[in-house]
């Protein structure tokens, strides 16, 4: 349902350009002031944005907004980068309600991720279309939930313009017929020929075979969740490479906090 009553109908001292109808996915909720919040949203034609919601922590409980959840918001746009004001708002639908605590976790974990992007204008319909994807997909996933998180990681990497470390060789960028094997110099893996080829192997990290397994089955890893039993060592190690391929390549370090709320959920 579309809410408008409370909400300012008199942008006051926003220097606006227009009213607009906005469709995003709401992010997080910080508190400001006694009566409003700051909302952080990912639009589906602008991006990340900030929006000023002046009065709504004063409205019923039925008309808060919730995290997780598509929204078409009613906004006034700001002549310059800065907060725009919420007007109205409308649920398209809910995608804060999932199977079981870990699943939430990679929700989190995905959305966390998505937000420290740095995405060019004419990429943001494409970013939010993954996202919604990806928390659709997750309303039906009950087990095993971080395989489809280290799925979207990898698509996020491709997305950014880096590639996967499940692409090539990173020496000799050959095709791998195997995850076993790192580089630690290049966070990627390396095949077998080139590994007979060094003369040192102190910089090179040996995956579990589930690790390397599960590697192996990920462009159809949905199929596989009831199957598959990561533990603590498979969790450790493919967050590990993920996190390292993207800080090696983007040449700053993710941080994650989600992730280790979702990790505490495989032992």
């Not at 939930?145 to 060789?169: K, M, Q």
């Not at 102190?202 to 009831?226: D, F, Q």
Request: proline share 4%; glycine share 6%; net charge negative.
């Amino acid at each position: 349902m579309c809410h408008s009553n409370g909400y300012p109908r008199n942008p006051g001292i926003f220097e606006i350009v227009k009213k607009t109808k906005v469709l995003c996915i709401l992010i997080k909720q910080s508190e400001y002031s006694d009566s409003s919040l700051i909302l952080r949203c990912l639009s589906r034609e602008h991006g990340l944005i900030g929006v000023i919601a002046k009065g709504i922590r004063k409205q019923t409980e039925k008309h808060q907004l919730s995290n997780l959840c598509e929204y078409e918001l009613g906004l006034y746009e700001p002549k310059e980068a800065g907060l725009w004001l919420l007007y109205d708002e409308d649920l398209v639908k809910d995608y804060s309600r999932f199977p079981t605590p870990a699943t939430w976790a990679a929700a989190e974990c995905g959305i966390e991720m998505i937000s420290q992007m740095i995405v060019p204008a004419d990429e943001h319909l494409r970013l939010y279309e993954l996202t919604i994807s990806y928390l659709d997909y997750l309303q039906g996933v009950s087990t095993n939930a971080v395989l489809i998180f280290w799925r979207l990681f990898l698509r996020l990497l491709r997305f950014s313009g880096v590639g996967s470390p499940l692409d090539e060789c990173c020496l000799c960028h050959q095709s791998l017929s195997n995850y076993t094997i790192i580089d630690q110099q290049h966070w990627g893996f390396v095949c077998r020929q080139c590994v007979q080829d060094m003369q040192n192997l102190e910089h090179l990290l040996y995956l579990s075979p589930l690790s390397a397994g599960i590697l192996r089955l990920m462009p159809e890893i949905g199929k596989h969740l009831n199957d598959l039993r990561p533990g603590k060592q498979e969790i450790s190690e493919i967050n590990n490479l993920l996190e390292k391929y993207w800080d090696m390549h983007h040449k700053q370090t993710l941080r994650l906090k989600s992730l280790s709320v979702l990790s505490q959920f495989y032992h």
